[in-house]
């Protein structure tokens, strides 16, 4: 059983930063892949960026690589995205997960993962 609680979203001007962290309960999150997903108005639920339980690589979407960084602290059972440079574009409710653990498979598809946090809204103003 793993719960997630996301926070760190809000308004921000193009060209700002923010850092949302995703915080998690449950034994197994260790051993879970975690992610990030956006969904934009009218839009479907869209891959950010992913980590994969098994490894230190990291897995980002081409629309937001060089800008942003997953990364966990693994003492707070916490893992986060640092967005640098943002653009109105990637406006969205963000969306952290995890997989079920010991999950080797697709890390990029909505399919891939069991457990969603309950979302926080970026907006970025022009």
């Known amino acids: 059983q793993v719960q997630l609680v996301e926070s760190g979203g809000g308004l921000v001007p193009a060209g700002g930063s923010l850092r949302l962290s995703c915080a998690a309960s449950g034994r197994t999150f260790s051993s879970a892949t975690k992610g990030w997903f956006r969904q934009a108005p009218g839009k479907e639920r869209e891959f950010v960026a992913a980590m994969p339980w098994s490894s230190s690589n990291t897995y980002y979407a081409d629309s937001v690589k060089g800008r942003f960084t997953i990364s966990r602290d693994n003492a707070k059972n916490t893992v986060y995205l640092q967005m640098n440079n943002l653009k109105p574009e990637d406006t969205a409710v963000y969306y952290c997960?995890?997989?079920?653990?010991?999950?080797?498979?697709?890390?990029?598809?909505?399919?891939?993962?069991?457990?969603w946090g309950q979302g926080t809204q970026v907006t970025v103003s022009s």
């Open positions: 997960a995890a997989s079920q653990s010991g999950y080797s498979g697709s890390y990029s598809t909505t399919r891939s993962y069991s457990y």
